[in-house]
């Protein structure tokens, strides 16, 4: 299963394909998708003042993965809180942070190809 995801162009793998046609500040198309990045291209791109671009990730992402991500981010915002004196308002701030993430992530599953 492949899905679109957004790069930054410095740290985007040599090969990837781009998926999203690329255009300048003034609308100009650069890249017309799809395209295999490659040295020259992220070059041309980078003197263009292009700093993200869109890719397609194959990383094949199963749900067990997604859900381990999420219990990843659900941890890091407990770890983030922890130092805060345990009260009610605290409980019920986390629990607002908890119910968003689930929330993104299922989002995020419905808009997977």
């Known amino acids: 299963m492949s899905r679109m995801i957004k790069v930054d162009l410095d740290g985007a793998p040599e090969g990837a ?9 003034l609308g100009r198309l650069l890249v017309k998708a799809p395209r295999a990045l490659d040295p020259d291209l992220r070059r041309v791109l980078l003197l263009r003042g292009v700093r993200e671009i869109v890719v397609q990730d194959d990383s094949g992402n199963d749900q067990e993965e997604r859900d381990m991500m999420l219990e990843k981010e659900k941890e890091a915002v407990r770890r983030r809180f922890s130092k805060w004196p345990d009260s009610p308002e605290k409980d019920h701030v986390v629990q607002l942070f908890l119910k968003a993430l689930e929330e993104f ?3 995020q599953n419905l808009k997977e190809p």
């Not at 394909?17 to 500040?25: M, R, T, Y």
């Open 105 to 107: 992530a299922g989002e």
């Open 17 to 25: 394909v781009v998926i999203q046609d690329i255009k300048d500040s």
